[in-house]
């Protein structure tokens, strides 16, 4: 077993500016974000650092053309570090940049993988609050020819620092926030659940687990309202008190599944999210309650009885009812439907299946209990 470290230094700060002070960014400093993040949130303390707008170069997840045209970009540029301000796409090419060399595009990147080496510092500052990849070395890339979307890991693309400032959440949508909050509740589930995890990295993903669902508890119980506002806008807003919790939880998660790994929901929903470009956080969602009630079907007894009882606890419920109840407040906080419902067809489902086994097995092997290719068709067909 290796052993268990964090290897990313962890700072938190109550606002950009503090950060920004206490890191004496340069002009030399680069910072990678969203114009829609840098306007309201950094734009008026007028940095000396370079910038880069994300949305330029492509939208949604990160793929190989959106990343090899911003290296293009930042080949004449004289960078010290990269300052990634962002979500899940922010951070995920800004750990490749960090890794490239001047003449490297992303497939000389993934040639020599893990065998890399940083370029450039790089320091994360996530902006929602489900990620938790400013504590991971891996890379999520839709590698746009091959119709596949493909981890880049190296020890080299670790961060050397993750910036935790709740000020960048006041704006975040609701959506988002539903959607990466369930992503980090997924990440911590799974790593608690791999046969890798160990005793340090389930302490972080029960933490995890515990404050995620607390807060969305509080956040979707109408009752909490303050009756200043319409319910649902409330609802909407409500989740902004426990803003602080949600960030520290999401990073709590990414240093339990840097460690310990996920496994079949995420190996399942990286060709529904590449194919029909699902967010990543909702196309989790789509499959998370099909794969647990297959590894309960396949293995009833285990270290599913153990997370059974953690979300019991959390939900204040009888562990035999925690994870039906837990499928029920996520759809409180962010409506589930069906794979149909984003364009995936049936004929689609054995495509899917195959292209799984062929190339997400780096994460299959964190699995429950194993899953044979009739196991994870009958998943896509239930959620189908």
Known sequence: MKPFAITVGIREFLDFRTFAEDSQLTQEDLILTNQFIYEPAIASLNLPCQVLYQEKYGSGEPTDLMVNAILETIRGMKVNRIIAVGGGTVIDIAKVIAVAGPEDDMDALYDRAPDLHKAHGLIIVPTTCGTGSEMTNISIISRVSRQVKQGLVSPAMYADEAALITELLATLPYPVFATSSIDAMIHAAESFLSPNACAMSELFSEKALTMILKGWMDSVDDSAGDGSSDPQTDRKNRWKKHAAEFLLASNYAGIAFGYAGCGAVHALSYPVG?????????????????????????KPIGKINRLEEIVGGALGVDPVFSLPQLYKLMDTVYAKDRLRDHGVTEEELAVFTDNVLLTQQRLLNN??????????????CKAF
Do not use: C, W
């Open 274 to 298: 590449s194919v029909h470009h699902v967010p990543h956080g909702q196309s989790n969602q789509l499959l998370f309650a099909d794969v647990m009630r297959k590894y309960q079907e396949k």
């Open 367 to 380: 699995n429950y209990s194993e899953l044979t290719r009739e196991d994870i068709l009958s998943i896509y």
